[in-house]
Structures are given as C-alpha cells and as structure tokens.
C-alpha cells in the first residue's frame, strides 16, 4: 500500500528536488530531469566517455542532453555509440575498427526499444561505419529481429546508408598486416595461407594480447564494443550495443552483440542490461536476459550483474586457456546495467585500477569503477 506522506517528508522531498534542479541546471543549462518522477540517466561502457563532438560532449553526455531536449530514448543512445562508430579513434567499433583474420572489418549490432517493445540487429555486415542505424531499421522496417551478412549490407544500401568498400583505417590495417606476420612467425614462417584455421585462432588470440601488452592494440579492444542504456524522465527505457567483434577474428565469427539477451536485454517495466567483452562465455548463459530477469525478482543492479558473473565463473569452461595459472578466469566480461528505480551499475569479470564504466546523471558525465569478482587486474 502506498504510505501517505506527512508534511514534514513532502517538504524534505520538494528540497530534494530542488537541489537536483540546481545540480541540473549547472550541469545542463536546462530544466531538470528528475521531475516525473523517473531519474533520467545514461549508464554504459567506458567509451561513451571518452571522445568528445565538436561542442566538447562525449556520448553520453549527448544521450543525455538529447532526452532532455525530448529525444527518443533510443535515437539518444544510438547518438552516444555514433561518436566511437564514425570515429578511427576508437578500434573496437565501426570504422577503423580492428579487422579479421582476412583483413575484413566485420560489423555487428543490436538495439532495443522499450516502450516500443521491439528490437532490431545485424550481423556480419560490412562497409557500413554506424551499423547502430541499420539494426534501428531492421527494427522499424522489417518484422524480423537480426538481418546478417550480405543481405545486411543490401538491406543497408537500399535503404539509404553509405556503403564503403573498406572500414580499415590506416592504422586498424597497420596493426593487422603487424598481427599477422607475427602470427606467420610463431608458425615457424608458414605462410598465412598456409596456417589452418585453429592454429590461427589460438596462436592469434596470443598474439593479439602480446600487443595489447606491448601498447601496439588497446587492451579494452581486443573485445572491444560499446554498449549503452538510458531512462528518461517517463520511465521509457532503450538500449544499443555495437562492436567490429574479437579483433582478427576467424571469418564469419559473430559474437554476443547483435543477439537479443545477450549483448542486451531490456524490459521497460524492469531496466536494461548490456554487455563487452568475451561474447561467446556470455552467451552461454545470456547473460543481459538473466540480469533483467534477476532485477526483476528485485535484484539490485549491482547483485543481478554479480549474479551473472558468477554463473558464467563457476561454469565448466570449454578453453582450459579462460582459467590462469591461480585458476581464475582471465578473460573480461562486463556489464551495464540500470534499473526503473534509476539504479545502476557496472560490473566486470576483471576490475580493478582503471576499470571503468560511463554514467551521465544530471551531476554530470563521470566515469566509475566498475565492481568486479578479480579486483587486481
Ligand atoms: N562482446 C563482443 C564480442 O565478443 O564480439
């Protein structure tokens, strides 16, 4: 039963508010957004936090002037992954994002709109920078959920988006023919062609972290995607995540991103999870799904996202190489969550010193640390 409040707790709410006004105003320059009673904010991974527009906004401080200004919650998230998406500064997504074994950079991306109740994604799809925007349409346009490969890049074409013939930068390029002649050289300078498959995958996973050890590849990249959620002021809840996949992947390797659950799952009654990482050990339990299910049950954000990383911790792993030597997991997986309360969360496999997650709330952009299982990575 709803608890009437006394005189002296509808005072102590209004000055709540205002405060929050004033904190708004300071941040924003424009009305607040707490004064429906839903708490606006945006909550995703560390690099909607990190390259900024021509005005000096990162992505989620664009998601979060956009809602305000009366933006679709999805459009407001979309723009947010657009900057990494367009940007060569980032080479875990869109363009200049880090290639396949091939050469090829491969696309993949997946959003949910929750008072719409719909989703959209592709799969495999290349030569478009910000396949964020075709998984909109797949949604808007077409009954179905994930559109894949080639016929993901006409879907595209036809309707309107720019095709490219290559998404390599310069640099993402560099760091591939680099990849792989180290990968030629530990194969005792067979050449590429001549390597089969596994030992590529293996040999390359090593490599590729080798590199990121080295500073030549970002650590972050390797699995590198963005994922981010938001709620505005009415509750409305959505959600994209967007990814050029495991860098120098097998060809036609798809991860966790574009599939519903497990890159992202949103409920608008409940909040909204989405994940990077290592997309095959979350898809063994779709992860996204779980949290929201577990939040749902009344699970905290941050105890839903634990939740989920243990589950996928005490599994039996199917790559004895997942384990370290002190037998913990050393892969990352993580996950962004917030719930219809305006709670949120980041959680992570691996944390630790400058693990972060991005939030936008009406104090502003900030990036956090991220609560973790391992805390020393
Ligand atoms: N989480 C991104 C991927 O594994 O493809």
């Not at 591939?176 to 040999?203: M, P, S």
């Not at 120098?248 to 994940?275: C, H, Q, T």
Request: net charge negative; hydrophobic share 35%; charged share 25%.
């Amino acid at each position: 039963m709803t608890k009437k409040m006394n005189r002296r707790e509808v005072l102590a709410t209004a000055a709540t508010v205002a405060a929050a006004s004033t904190v708004a105003t300071k941040a924003f320059g424009q009305a607040p957004a707490v004064m429906s009673g839903h708490r606006q904010l945006v909550v995703g991974a560390h690099n909607g936090n990190r390259l900024k527009n021509e005005n000096g906004e990162t992505g989620v401080e664009i998601a979060f002037r956009m809602m305000s200004e009366g933006a679709d919650v999805l459009d407001a998230t979309i723009a947010c992954n657009n900057l990494p998406e367009n940007s060569i500064e980032d080479s875990s997504v869109g363009y200049g994002g880090l290639p396949d074994a091939n050469g090829d950079v491969t696309l993949d991306a997946c959003c949910m709109h929750g008072p719409l109740k719909r989703a959209g994604g592709v799969a495999f799809i290349q030569g478009v920078r910000a396949p964020s925007h075709v998984a909109k349409d797949v949604m808007m346009k077409t009954n179905h959920h994930l559109l894949a490969g080639q016929g993901a890049t006409d879907f595209a074409r036809a309707n309107g988006h720019k095709i490219e013939g290559d998404l390599n930068s310069e640099r993402s390029f560099k760091r591939y023919l680099e990849w792989k002649e180290r990968v030629e050289r530990e194969g005792d300078n067979r050449t590429f062609a001549e390597l089969d498959l596994d030992f590529i995958e293996k040999k390359g996973f090593e490599v590729a972290y080798q590199m990121a050890k080295e500073g030549r590849i970002d650590i972050e990249h390797i699995h590198g995607t963005i994922n981010t959620n938001a709620m505005n002021i009415k509750g409305d809840i959505c959600g994209n995540t967007t990814t050029s996949g495991r860098s120098f992947k097998v060809p036609g390797r798809v991860g966790d991103s574009p599939i519903l659950g497990a890159g992202l799952y949103l409920d608008n009654d409940v909040g909204a999870a989405g994940s990077t990482g290592l997309g095959e050990m979350n898809l063994y339990h779709l992860c996204s799904y779980l949290i929201v299910e577990k939040m749902r049950d009344g699970m905290h954000p941050k105890d839903a996202g634990m939740y989920a990383l243990n589950r996928v911790k005490d599994m039996a792993l199917p790559n004895p190489g997942y384990r370290n030597e002190k037998g913990e997991i050393a892969f990352n997986l993580q996950f962004y969550i917030l719930n219809k309360q305006g709670q949120y969360a980041g959680v992570a496999m691996r944390g630790g010193e400058g693990r972060f997650y991005s939030v936008c709330t009406d104090n502003g952009a900030e990036h956090v640390l991220m609560d973790a299982i391992y805390t020393d990575s």
